[in-house]
């Protein structure tokens, strides 16, 4: 699948992310890559090998086992790792559930 702009691959990507679950687990791997970023720039650079493996190691798991679909990440990686930090952003800051109402009922790609 081709997309023109992020603004349009962020239509695909939440569409992917229809289930709360999915997204809380995208939350928490996020959150914990950021967590091990951040301890390996301030004690261990070994530690960087963390980052990735819990960040997608959540997301995988939530898109096989909860969403049941494949992880966008494998057709579109940069796209797909901006909208995840899109996302987690919305969901500090509470806005995520405004989001969702302002995409409404989209076609599934």
Not at 24 to 29: A, N, S
Not at 71 to 90: E, I, Q, R, V
Request: hydrophobic share 50%; aromatic share 22%; net charge positive.
């Amino acid at each position: 699948m081709n997309f023109r702009s992020l603004d349009e691959f962020w239509v695909f990507y939440m569409s992917q992310h229809s289930k709360p679950s999915t997204r809380r687990l995208h939350f928490v791997g996020t959150l914990v890559s950021i967590i091990f970023f951040i301890i390996s720039v301030l004690f261990n650079w070994w530690l960087l090998i963390f980052v990735p493996l819990s960040g997608y190691g959540f997301a995988w798991y939530s898109h096989f086992f909860v969403e049941g679909n494949i992880p966008a990440t494998f057709g579109h990686p940069f796209w797909s790792l901006l909208c995840d930090y899109k996302m987690f952003g919305l969901m500090l800051t509470g806005n995520m559930d405004k989001e969702i109402k302002r995409l409404g009922k989209r076609p599934v790609f």
